[in-house]
């Protein structure tokens, strides 16, 4: 049975979002156990509004305050130690619960769950890792999003190897592709800190593919695709910002005239199902990977379908065993990864067989 | 009037693109000039083909060497002193055209006009910036987008300041917004090049709006978006990555099954209008900034359309004045963007009345 925290009061919109997801997801996964964190008497009221009170899988836990969206995150650590996102934290530190999921404020999050949970042995730093649909009809992994706008070449090996980790978990692919995002597919091609970052993988046992640019990732050349996280959040916010673009567009056509409104009404199911198959809202869910613990961050904007889909994604997580995975493979690079590794032709390869607790 | 040079050969198309895009703009300005460059009896024969052999406004020039698509940049700039790139660079610089266009190899192309060229006085490495569609219906000017993968906060400063002057030769618009592409719209966002780019924008005379996200390029919050070339060159094909995936998504939807197929009959001027807003083709050549001279470089993959709005581009590029108004705009900041300079507030400004060649 897994056990999924949930901060109901992040992002936009709180509980108004929140607490249907979770009923939603119940519904569907009645296996699950969640736990509510945020203001008692106001989860209670959402949860009686909607009848819902007396659910056997649903437990309250309570929390006096929030992180603000716009808080600035050391202060957020510093002075709520009993906001619903450190509340959450410490459920997963505590092994109360496998997961958490948040909509709140991303900074906050990262130094709250770093904080409390801490990072993995010999991950340096964790990183935020999402799917983007491609091509191909499954989704490409993209990390880092946004935590780390200053990477050297060490920091996006170890952001491969959780990558890897994470679809292999996930996904359940034994040996996901890994590609590493550049403009040029040549090895000459790119800043100092991808081409040894090139040099780092190719020696690596990653199933590492080569350079790869942005249209890659939408195509679907590699399972995985790992940047820095200046680089990745532009790729990310750059792609939101041309499909509102589009979308906007045409609708607007649509709407211009008889005639287009005519041709909406017949056009509206496939339109629709255009519009299903790209829905940004299936990928909600990024990780935050190298923790010591599952947390998993929803878009701030999320709505109560979107959010559905970020729980789904801590249950996935935690039902594939993402950290044992993450672990194990990071078992392999040990002393690649470390700063006082001398080469990656000495890595000691630990078998895969090995339990993961007897390694780290 | 104004002259232009064309690199017939270039391109992954060569003649078969450049010619019916040549003469499909005289057509549209019959006051322009073209100087055909490449092999003349290629060229001659495709010109005899589309009966064009003897139009007042085509001179050819002969050039007996190709640089091929895949050649090292190096390579090219070394051996081949007869390529049809060569040619048209020799042309600007000696004054026999305004600008010049090509589709061909970019690496070479920037090698080769920075040689022939040089870059402008005070600018320490040129730029290659582009228009996308935004939402207000206009361009976003986007620099660098490829051309310098590591650049300091002066080089981003230099950017803005060869952008600004590029939207306000060609677009007209007296003093254009000017955005820095970071993760985030607050000051303290970004990483270290950024922040101290930040800074100079700030204390310069330029329009700085401040910080943008990759969003505020489709949604046209400022007419100039200034970023490092690795993060430009990820931005612009990711967007192309995702462009090509919705165009794939919409086209397969289309096509399933009878009633999309009635669908799409009823839709598709809309299609075609939402298609023809979004044409990429439209805002083919980009403008390698900062040379004494202009040069437009077309997609490799452009056909005639899109070959045809890249002489567009150097036409109004040369009709804007733009190497004076970058020279102009330059003038006001030479103190601040060389390297010797102590601060912003020290910078000589010089009249905007002054003549560019007396002041540079």
Request: charge should be positive.
């Amino acid at each position: 049975m897994v056990r999924i925290a949930i901060d109901c009061m992040g992002g936009d919109h709180g509980l108004s979002v929140t607490i249907p997801a979770c009923l939603r997801f119940i519904k569907l996964h009645p296996d699950v156990q969640l736990v509510l964190v945020g203001k008692q008497t106001e989860i209670e009221a959402a949860l009686a509004k909607k009848k819902a009170l007396e659910l056997p899988q649903i437990t309250i836990r309570h929390a006096s305050e929030v992180v603000e969206m716009d808080e600035p995150p050391a202060q957020a650590l510093r002075n709520k130690k009993d906001s619903s996102i450190r509340v959450c934290a410490n459920l997963v530190k505590d092994g109360l619960a496998s997961a958490f999921v948040s909509a709140g404020n991303t900074g906050a999050l990262m130094a709250i769950s770093r904080f409390v949970l801490k990072t993995l042995d010999s991950i340096d730093r964790p990183a935020i890792a999402s799917s983007l649909p491609n091509m191909k009809g499954k989704g490409t992994l993209m990390l880092d999003l946004g935590a780390n706008v200053d990477c050297d070449p060490s920091h996006l090996f170890q952001f491969a190897v959780m990558g890897s980790a994470f679809v292999k978990g996930i996904e359940g692919i034994d040996r996901p592709t890994v590609g590493l995002l550049n403009i040029g597919e040549e090895v000459i091609k790119g800043n100092e800190v991808v081409k040894k970052a090139s040099e780092l993988l190719r020696a690596s046992e990653l199933n590492f593919y080569g350079n790869v640019e942005g249209n890659d990732i939408y195509k679907g050349t590699t399972d995985v695709v790992v940047c820095d996280g200046f680089v990745g959040n532009v790729a990310l916010k750059t792609s939101e910002g041309l499909a509102q673009m589009l979308g906007d567009i045409i609708k607007t056509e649509f709407k211009r005239g008889l005639w287009p409104k005519v041709a909406a009404v017949f056009a509206a199911p496939v339109l629709l199902r255009f519009k299903k198959r790209v829905d940004h809202r299936r990928y909600n869910g990024a990780a935050l990977l190298g923790l010591k613990g599952i947390v998993i961050k929803s878009h701030g904007s999320a709505d109560a379908y979107a959010f559905f889909h970020a729980i789904k994604r801590a249950y996935d997580a935690a039902n594939g065993n993402l950290l044992d995975s993450i672990r194990l493979t990071m078992s392999h690079y040990v002393p690649l990864a470390a700063p006082a590794a001398s080469s990656a032709g000495e890595a000691v390869v630990v078998p895969v067989e090995a339990k993961p607790d007897q390694v780290i």
